[in-house]
């Protein structure tokens, strides 16, 4: 539990700090879980449950102090996307299989932190991940405007109900338009005169309050109404072997977006703040919250961004922050949820809309277009692909979007040819006189760890670019630091047959660098190392130092002067120990 440790060296003087950020952070957190349970499709007292035990759990367990756990726009989307059509109107069932993917996706986190796979926290590129997030804000905003305007869409998918959207404008009531109106009003007054104020809690409690006074269910305004649960009602996870198959992949694809996206918040704040985590005790204390989460009625959590910027912007300093919250909340879900059944259906749809458009990016994804092309066109196929064959399956090509793009860095990586520049130092051939190859001899280097599925393209542009060489060289040097990183069988293979290969065209193969880990692979391997066989040397100076078509170069003056920098004096002195 990384949390005890704060709570261990804490300060008094911090104490005020907290107390004030957790009266924001419930502020906030209050309207923002009633809405979201709204957009998964279950009781809005199951947004509250959402926010108590998985603050609690996160408190504990995770490693970042300023980062507030809870429900989140883009998570509630997948669960009710996912949901939905499986609960087919039971809204008994609908309940269950929410609680089960949840479980489902907490248990994918304890796997993930297990294997220690808190690296996935750079899989999913800020590229995609912000085609990813525009997507899902413009679903949800379409998807809300029918509690905004006062009738329900018949169809499922966005782009239907676009092409419908004509058809409704007779449908619209007036009275619920109204109320929304005047909670945009509301909104935006608050945020005009009062920045500070909790805006979203200003527009419920004052919505909720007309509804209360005017009756406005009289007029056919949509409200919660009852939101008490019995305990004669409380569910558990429904684990259907034939339903939870379906849930698997989508959990899988949820546990991992909501990871990219919590460390992506908490990364930022840490750095603010100056302290580092840990994400794979991050992706534990995730799936730890959503376990909780589910097994206290509730839904998926994960990084809340904009409760986490308030915890921040309000001074807090630990994570007690998130235990005071959780209990305000937890009080008022357990004596006060009778005026929850007041609350304006409009009035929520108006907080989605708005905490969803402050998600909404597109001038700078816009912008990655002169920035990164390649990184615009990641971007605009995931926020296409959301829109247009929806959210489920934008994320599970987002997800195989970012594992293409890391093994297209891994099997086509960037490439150079070294030569000297009139000190003596080793550089890159850049097409510029800053450096010269060193005559007969072709110096190569291949930026990524060689291993089976890329070793046969290393092979291929090796012997491309000794093709395109003017003069076919003496002796072939090879860095073997970036790409002789493991003990692969199908490289060293590959390695056997370069070396032959060369060595009947009379070149002679050098690596340089890693010399006892490679002299030890090559023995495994049966490869003939020393005189007449594959020469490893320790590093690339010394590797050009002992080639003879350089000694051979240097005496017809027709390369500069080597010399080795002083550090690697030092480097092969204790080599040689």
């Known amino acids: ?20 950020a957790a009266f924001s952070v419930s502020a906030v957190a209050l309207p923002v879980g009633i809405a979201y349970a709204q957009l998964t499709g279950v009781n809005p007292l199951v947004g509250l449950y959402s926010c108590v035990l998985p603050m609690l759990v996160y408190a504990l367990f995770g490693t970042s102090r300023q980062l507030i756990v809870g429900p989140d726009a883009a998570t509630c989307a997948v669960i009710a996307a996912v949901v939905t059509p499986l609960a087919a109107g039971d809204s008994t069932k609908h309940w269950q299989l929410v609680m089960t993917m949840t479980a489902m996706t907490g248990i994918w986190c304890l796997i993930a932190s297990r294997f220690k796979l808190g690296i ?23 998807g809300q405007a029918s509690k905004v305007l006062g009738f329900s869409f018949d169809e499922r998918y966005l782009l239907d109900r676009l092409a419908a959207a004509p058809n409704y404008l007779s449908e619209i009531h007036w009275a619920t338009l109204a109320m929304s109106l005047s909670a945009v009003l509301v909104f935006l ?32 305004v949509a409200l919660v109404g009852d939101v008490t649960v019995n305990l004669t009602s409380l569910q558990m996870p429904a684990f259907d072997i034939g339903i939870a198959r379906e849930l698997v992949m989508p959990a899988l694809n949820l546990a991992m977006v909501s990871f990219v996206s919590m460390m992506l918040t908490a990364r930022s704040f840490a750095a603010k703040n100056g302290y580092d985590i840990d994400p794979d005790k991050e992706f534990r204390a995730l799936g730890l919250a959503n376990l909780a989460s589910a097994f206290s009625q509730g839904f998926a959590v994960s990084g809340a961004d904009s409760r986490t910027a308030v915890n921040d912007a309000s001074g807090g300093k630990t994570q007690l922050v998130s235990l005071i919250a959780a209990l305000v909340i937890g009080l008022i879900a357990w004596l006060f949820t009778a005026p929850l059944a007041f609350i304006p259906q409009a009035a929520l749809g108006v907080v989605l809309v708005v905490a969803s458009w402050s998600l909404i990016d597109l001038k700078n994804l816009w912008r990655l277009r002169t920035r990164d092309r390649r990184a615009f066109l990641l971007a605009l196929t995931t926020f296409v692909a959301v829109l247009l064959i929806g959210v489920i399956p934008g994320i599970t090509l987002a997800v195989l979007l970012g594992l293409f793009q890391f093994l297209q860095v891994v099997m086509r990586p960037s490439d150079q040819c070294l030569g000297l520049d009139s000190k003596g130092t080793l550089r890159s051939l850049d097409g510029t006189d800053k450096a010269a190859a060193v005559p007969g001899v072709f110096i190569y280097r291949f930026n990524s760890p060689l291993t089976y599925f890329n070793a046969s393209y290393f092979k291929r542009r090796l012997l491309e670019k000794i093709a395109a060489e003017s003069e076919t060289p003496q002796v072939v040097i090879i860095d073997a630091v970036p790409c002789f990183t493991h003990p692969d069988i199908s490289v060293m293979a590959m390695l056997s047959d370069l070396f032959h290969l060369l060595k009947r065209k009379q070149i002679r193969l050098i690596l340089a660098g890693r010399k006892r880990q490679l002299m030890s692979w090559c023995e495994a391997q049966g490869i003939p190392t020393g005189e007449g066989g594959l020469l490893v040397r320790s590093d690339l100076y010394l590797a050009l130092k002992m080639s003879q078509s350089y000694k051979q170069a240097l005496a017809d003056g027709q390369a500069p002067v080597l010399k080795r920098p002083p550090e690697m004096d030092l480097v092969l002195e204790h080599s040689h120990l």
């Open 189 to 220: 007054v608050v945020k005009r005169f009062r920045p500070g104020w909790p805006a979203a809690m200003i527009v419920i409690a004052a919505s909720t309050t007309v509804a209360w006074l005017f009756g406005l269910e009289k007029f056919d």
């Open 1 to 20: 539990m990384p949390g005890l440790a704060s709570f261990k060296d804490y300060r008094k003087e911090w104490f005020k700090d907290d107390l004030r």
């Open 120 to 142: 996935l926290a750079d899989f999913l590129s800020k590229p995609i991940l912000m085609g990813l997030i525009n997507g899902v804000a413009i679903t949800i905003i379409v």
